[in-house]
């Protein structure tokens, strides 16, 4: 008879937080759930892939990228890539990125750049993409990281500073994988 009342109310409490996320929306532990779960499979499927084909480390981590770029709307994680503020931020991330060449550093100049602008319009204005540069970093520095490990890639070359747009293609591809996801999703 307890086991029961518990169960039940276990399910009473289920319901209240399922009609509490539908008026309200996804809560944040259920977008990172929702985010991680398609996204660390896809991450482990790359890095297996990686393990077994080291020469194609570069192109699975651009397809490996494009796909998580694409669920990121899905998972609403992040919001849609519909407004200005995210193309310009999107746009200043990929020059920073083929300028500097380096995916850290790109990202801290981009840190210190929203905090500036974020500061000059007294808190005002939203940082759309601060979300998707920090998970592109992430899971860049996890696929380098297992492409060092494997040896196609240097890690002299991973710590220099440069122009250089060809290591920028992974942020086109996750953008663009940003974009597309933002196409398909019906709010």
Known sequence: MQNNHLYEAAEEAKKVKFLYEV????????KLERFFGI???LALLNLLFIAWRPEWAFW?????LF??????????LVNRLEDLAGYRDVLILALLHGLLGNPVAAFAVYGVLALLFWLLSRGEQSNPAALFALIYLG??????????LSGTV??????????????????????SGWFVGSLFRDD
Do not use: N, V
């Open 67 to 76: 796909l998580i770029g694409a669920w990121l709307p899905h998972s609403y």
């Open 23 to 30: 008026s309200l929306g996804y809560t944040l532990s259920a």
């Open 139 to 148: 899971f860049r520095c996890l696929f380098d990281a297992a492409s060092i």
């Open 60 to 64: 699975s981590s651009l397809t490996t």
């Open 39 to 41: 996204a660390l499979l």
């Open 154 to 175: 240097d890690s002299a070359d991973w710590l220099r500073f440069g122009i250089d747009f060809m290591s920028s293609l992974p942020f086109l591809a996750m953008s």
